[in-house]
């Protein structure tokens, strides 16, 4: 056997039945010392791949950790999502916090099939976009990446776009863990008592670890006292010891770990995406015994393993190029932008709800507002994708309304806006955020600061006197994103809205962000809101489809919208120390006892649904499964979300489960609902595990988590 073909040899054992560690180990032994430590890091000299990275483009094509071509093992060719891939010009789907808002599971693995095929046709093996941190505050920065604000949700979504991922390529779920502010990352420390750490912070990431992950990103913050990426506690005994992890734990990239040695001895395997702290100090480390050749051959074979496991598994071929963005991931995106967005409001307008609007009706609309002709899918960090088109709101409207005239007004004037606004059939103001206002922050004066310049290899050439931030960036501080500023829209978008709303009575506010806006200012004037989202390529004809209602709106709120920021948790996003207990959200409102201005789960439709429940089974401690029958008893197809819920031993309403039914006008479908009792449960130290509530557990069938018509069910003992 040639060396060249002593990988794929291996891959064909374990196809065969052979160990993966087995084989793993023996490809191992084949390696000399350099290629072992090549294992554990990128391929790439860093100040090259850097210069790229800041001159040409992020991951413009896989960054490969651990190639040893002489024996014919791939490495992992890393590509970055989750709304898409990142590298060439790809499908741009709606964010994945307006996917969660869909609560479609099948959608959501399907979303997952598509990327995962336009990853492997770029030369990709390894998709980083199972992004599952949980929203603790709507101001987040990077809301956008993930679900929502709860866990049942966050596993549940995460686990569907692994699945489908995971039929071309490996999938691997991020930021592990406690990676809910943005401004701060490098710096805060987040802490948090065992029981809310397993129940609230980490139960999602087990769920996708059991449904089959092959990878995790360690986070940039400290955790407990301890940098994420150099976390003993969390990469080894939470995800080894307590959950059975076999594959690979990876480092988030540049800044996501500080001493080499300790981040190999906590159990991270992999730091990306260059050859950084590692290449530098890691035979240094292992000389003075400060980590050993036994840890670098247990990461070593596992990284070698988890590539077997997977390519065993595995053997279609690689698919054309020409199934990026092609026509069916194109419709794949526009059907997950209509089917993602909340109908917040449809208020009577004349004696009939605003939406949908008649076409037939239409002579003369006006589209208002700065984003209605932008192509605005999302922040312009590392999830950007650079989609070969993108439709806007504007664009999509005149699409669907020929023979309709529409006027536009796009710059910020409150008068012109009315003004045109008075003499339309209706009126659309798309308000929100942009890139610069909420998203990865992208702020070199972080990445190249003093105090991280240690963490960094000699730069050739360099002037040492020379600030790192100069001499890499030309002093540019200049940063988008980040942490939101603000909870409400600008103040000259809340004033168009209300002169646009007193000129016109059909108007309709469609709202562009990722996560709770306070909307007290303007809500009450407006008959029709829409969350559409970072929508994605197609988000213009979606939104068309929405308004027009050729598509029922089909989002729920995946977080709770407060009316003002005193219902919402401590957040400071320079932070360096804070602590994180069980209550935000939904459930903060609810131990409050103050209403939300929009639940968690809310949504309306336009058509009415009668919900009976059928039976109800409980499988094991566990495992619940509730059959619901959904009759649509309005005159139009509909989209109905079934949601489950549950009080937690902690005295918090739980989302337990959740189903979709898709309805014919007067027919019934039957669903049924898988429950996970879970999040009802707690934490059991002694057993080391969240377990389930012992005995019956009180079910509620609802439209959202505050639904006053609820159906209440309990499931049997054990």
Sequence with gaps: MSDDQAYPQAVSAVR??????????????????????????????????????????????????????????PGLRFTDGPRGIVMGHSTAFPVSMARGASFDLDLEERIGRAIGLEARAQG????????????????????????????????????????????????????????????????????????????????????????????????????????????????????????????VVVSDFILGLRDAAASLEAGLDVEE????????????????????????????????????????????????????????????????????????????????????????????????????????????????????????????????????????????????????????????????????????????????????????????????EEPLLVAVAGGDSVADGGD??????????????????????RTIVSMVAAGAVISEAWRHEVPGIVMSWYSGMEGGHALADVLLGEVDPGGRLPFAVPTTENHLPFFDRDATCITYDRWHGQRLLDRLGVAAAYPFGHGLSYTDFDVAVEGVRRLDDAVAEIDVAVTNVGARRGRHVVQVYAVGADGGKHLVGFQVADVEAGATTHVTVPVSLLPAGGWDPDRRAVVPPHGPVTLLVARDSRDAEALEVATPAP
């Design 16 to 73: 065969d039945g052979a160990s993966a560690e087995d084989e793993a180990r023996g490809l191992y032994a084949r390696l000399n010392d350099d290629e072992r430590l090549g294992l554990l890091d990128g391929d790439r000299e860093f100040w090259e791949a850097m210069d790229e990275m800041m001159h040409v483009g992020y991951n413009t094509v896989p960054y490969v950790h651990g190639e040893v071509a002489r024996l014919g093992i």
């Design 124 to 247: 990709a093996n390894f998709f980083a976009g199972v992004c599952v941190n949980l929203l603790r505050h709507p101001a987040w920065g990077r809301a956008q990446e993930t679900y929502g604000e709860d866990t049942h949700v966050l596993g549940e979504m995460g686990a569907a776009l692994t699945r489908g991922v995971r039929e071309q390529v490996m999938a691997c779920a991020k930021h592990f863990a406690l990676n809910s502010m943005e401004n701060a990352r490098f710096q805060v420390d987040v802490v948090a008592d065992d029981d809310v750490l397993h129940e609230i912070y980490l139960a999602h990431f087990k769920r996708i670890v059991d449904e089959g992950a092959d990878a995790l990103m360690s986070s940039y913050n400290s955790v407990n006292g301890e940098w994420a990426g150099q976390n003993p506690e969390l990469l080894t005994g939470v995800l080894r010891d307590m959950w059975g992890f076999e594959g």
């Design 273 to 464: 995406p260059f050859r950084q702290q590692r290449a530098r100090d890691l035979e240094d480390g292992l000389a003075q015994g400060q980590t050993s050749w036994a840890a670098v051959e247990r990461s070593g074979v596992r990284i070698l393993a988890t590539q077997l496991r997977f390519d065993a598994s595995h053997d279609a071929p690689i698919p054309s190029t020409k199934v990026i963005a092609c026509d069916a991931h194109r419709a794949l995106a526009r059907e997950a932008a209509s089917t993602s967005m909340v109908l917040l409001k449809n208020d009577d307008v004349d004696g009939a709800p605003v939406l949908p609007l008649d076409r037939t009706d239409l002579k003369r609309v006006a589209v208002i507002g700065r984003l209605a002709d932008m192509a605005n899918t999302g922040d312009h960090g590392s999830s950007d994708v650079h989609a070969p088109t993108v439709v806007t709101p504007l664009e999509g409207l005149r699409a669907a309304l020929p023979g309709v005239e529409i006027v536009e007004v796009l710059e910020d004037d409150p008068v012109k806006a009315a003004t045109v606004a008075k003499d339309c059939d209706a009126a659309i103001v798309v308000a929100g955020f942009t890139a610069k206002d909420e998203g990865e922050f992208t702020d070199a004066s972080a990445m190249f600061a003093s105090d991280v310049e240690s963490l960094y290899p000699p730069r050739p050439d360099a002037d040492p």
């Design 484 to 505: 939101r500023i603000r909870l409400t829209l600008r103040p000259v978008d809340e004033a168009i809205i209300l002169a646009v709303a007193d000129a016109n009575p």
